[in-house]
């Protein structure tokens, strides 16, 4: 079935603002509540927020397989269970609703009234009630970045990670949408040079500049996903800010891997956009520096091109841009992961989101962690309005950003936005 | 509130075996299916299971505040999520009908057809939907014959383990309950003196003896729990199969800890005996061999006396019981881990499950995995009917129980019980 939402000629009677992350083209979903504190699953074109639940009841889904309420949820985990096919033909169906072409719902004000919010009538939910989160560690250059740091410069490489698209298994309960604020957590570390923990707040907590996949139900317990069919179980991307504290994490990790260094919060983006969506951004990926066992050698272009920003504001000042990178620079891609989570029959189901772990590029301006651009805090990194940070302060607000743009038509994610708050103190 | 459920003296009027693990002093909770194919919330004395959807709806727990469809659910989390004082008066209750002075459901036959099903008649479900599942490290004597066997015999413990309540993140998606047989998991692993891995089938499954805690919501994004306090968000035990794959495990986990070799597959038992009903097994726990941060400190007996056995039962022969062991070994206690894993303020909601790590005593024949009893595969164990085990082979069950004992009243487990089925094919 084709993606005519894709069509990069096609105009919407929806008033668009100049480089929109979200033109016609893109079509995201998510979940707002909206001026009547009622909840729905929706969708943006420019700066206007679409309740899909009103439009359903409507009519405007007519002839698409879907049962009454798919809208009307809190989440988007049944949606997403009604598969692929579905998605796209209501992808295509939202097209032709909002084309510029079509006059039906842009000529009935009564309806218009229902289905259209601004954005500042809604409020952004997390899109999806993740079951189980895991998060990969599959980008080179932020591997071999943590190994010269922690390990051993020459081999900063561990032996598997060549082999294995090394992930674990992370919090799905502290997985919050943007504009959640979190608090500085506190925990066990080490000061250097004793061997005796002490308590308190960490003082190094860090972004993770992430992107992250939610899944449909994919197989059943016992069944590998073969890596070339794993895409259909992918219904989209959000950005990911995986908020890490790294003194806890140093003194934690061993040998059980990272665990309250990581799970006081988790933020994502409140845009689903689907892969469908990034179609036309696709791209080869690296060439494998070793073979690959069989399950995960893919055929065709499995990686995508997404520029990718973080930005860091003080409280009261302007932003500063720390890093930009590229999605398209993780050594494992998506399919390659899922292959890999599945071959030993571990379950996928409808809601799953998977990170790709920190995305730094090949230069020190595109590292996605403070960790990496301060290097480990030897070099502080100045920001615009005076100041400079090795990890994030207090009242702090980190955002990642991210867009696809080629020929004209730009798809972007909006961003992920959340403030660092100082150690919670019950009032 | 007392727990007059735990009144020992107290006789029922449901035929009861002797020895049970379900005398009327239990009343755990589980999800079955009846012989109506209708899920419900249930309870179970002797060998009788118990329809609590059919009794609510029959008025018999009038004057507790519970929504009419509480036990009409295909889970128990939002039963648990109604909170300590809901659980006890319901106990009670139940308690109260099925007692032996009390004829009202006694006399009444066409309740008791509604209401009462024979074990054969019923197919016990998951209890709870695991929304987060956390593994702890807790045994001193399990991670000591780790330490020893793959690093340092004289050092066997790594720095952090006296001090943290080593933990990490496990997968939902594979908990399935005792009775579902579980696929010999593939993947990756190192042939020794190789440097590049294989792809195949594990070659040593084990099991992981372990008990896990359901918790109820306890906190909000940011705030701890005190260890002092912890206990009133556990809501219950289950037996715990952890499986595992050691030839995997060894390969992926350096540094993020164990994936595949775990997520394949969790077995846990049905029941879910209640922290209320093991009220009068608590002992006190091994004495801490250094101090620990104030926020580790409890008072009062935080240990349970739960006596636990494996047995692996080869196909068509008779089992051997390979371990006996305690829960009371354990080093760090439920509260400490629940202290712990919401210290950094990691939210805790209904339905979410930690494990106790595996459960080894101090000598060789109370080791809690056959990694251990068989010391890597130096020490086969032998069974009862001939042949001998190293870890796990195709079509072997395995089962562990477990039950207190104390002044004539038992309180137990029933078991967790699960082949080990030849790597999956696809039909």
Redesign the interface.
Same mark, same amino acid.
């Given at each position: 079935m084709p993606i005519t939402a894709n069509d990069p000629n096609r105009k919407t009677w929806i008033e668009t603002p100049a480089n929109t992350d979200f033109p016609i083209q893109n079509i995201p979903f998510g979940v707002f509540l909206t001026r009547d504190d009622i909840i729905t699953i929706g969708t943006r074109i420019g700066d206007t927020a679409i309740d899909l639940g009103a439009l359903h009841q409507l009519g405007y889904f007519e002839g698409i397989p879907l049962t009454d309420d798919i809208f009307l949820q809190d989440s988007l985990n049944d949606f997403i269970s009604d598969g692929k096919k579905t998605w796209r033909l209501v992808r295509n169906r939202i097209a032709d609703i909002f084309d510029a072409k079509n006059d039906q719902l842009k000529n009935n004000e009564e309806h218009r009234k229902i289905v259209l919010f601004a954005l500042d009538e809604i409020e952004m939910q997390l899109p999806v009630t993740v079951? *189980?989160y895991?998060d990969f560690?599959s980008s080179i250059e932020h591997a071999t970045n943590v190994g010269k740091m922690f390990r051993d410069p020459e081999n900063a490489l561990? @032996?598997?990670w060549l082999? $294995?698209p =090394?992930?674990?298994?992370?919090?799905?309960?502290?997985i $919050?949408p943007s504009g $959640?604020p =979190?608090?500085r957590? %506190?925990? %066990?570390k080490l000061i250097n040079g004793s *061997?005796? &923990? $002490? /308590?308190g707040p960490s003082r190094l907590v860090d972004f993770e500049l992430e992107m992250a996949f939610i899944t449909t139900d994919a197989n059943q317990?016992?069944? &590998?996903i073969p890596v070339d069919e794993a895409e259909d179980y992918i219904f989209g991307l959000v950005l990911f800010n995986d908020w890490s +504290?790294r003194d806890?994490q140093k003194?934690?990790?061993?040998?059980?891997? &990272?665990?309250?260094a990581k799970? /006081? +919060?988790s933020s994502i983006s409140p845009w689903i956009v689907t892969l469908d969506a990034l179609e036309p951004y696709r791209v080869d990926g690296p060439k494998p520096l070793k073979e690959q066992? @069989?399950?995960l050698q893919y055929t065709g272009k499995k990686s995508f091109d997404i520029k990718l920003e973080v930005a860091i504001q003080p409280e009261k000042k302007k932003e500063t841009v720390v890093s930009k990178t590229n999605f398209k620079y993780m050594y494992w891609n998506m399919a390659q992961q899922l292959a890999?989570?599945t071959?030993?029959?571990? &379950?996928?189901?409808s809601g *799953?989101m998977m990170g790709s772990g920190t995305i730094s590029g090949p230069t020190p301006d595109s590292y996605g962690s403070m960790l990496e651009l301060s290097w480990r805090g030897e070099k502080p990194v100045q920001l615009n309005e005076g100041g400079s940070r090795k990890f994030i302060e207090d009242n702090d607000t980190v955002i990642i950003r991210g867009y696809c743009e080629k020929e004209g038509t730009r798809i972007g994610f909006g961003e992920v936005s959340s403030q660092l708050l100082p150690v919670?103190s019950?009032k």
């Open positions: 079951g *189980d895991t560690y561990l @032996p598997n082999h $294995i =090394v992930g674990y298994h992370g919090r799905s309960s502290s $919050i $959640i =979190v608090h957590p %506190q925990g %066990q *061997d005796t &923990p $002490i /308590f317990l016992g069944e &590998p +504290a806890i003194w934690e990790y061993v040998p059980l891997g &990272p665990f309250l799970n /006081f +919060a066992l @069989p399950y890999h989570h071959v030993n029959g571990c &379950p996928v189901n *799953d919670f019950k």
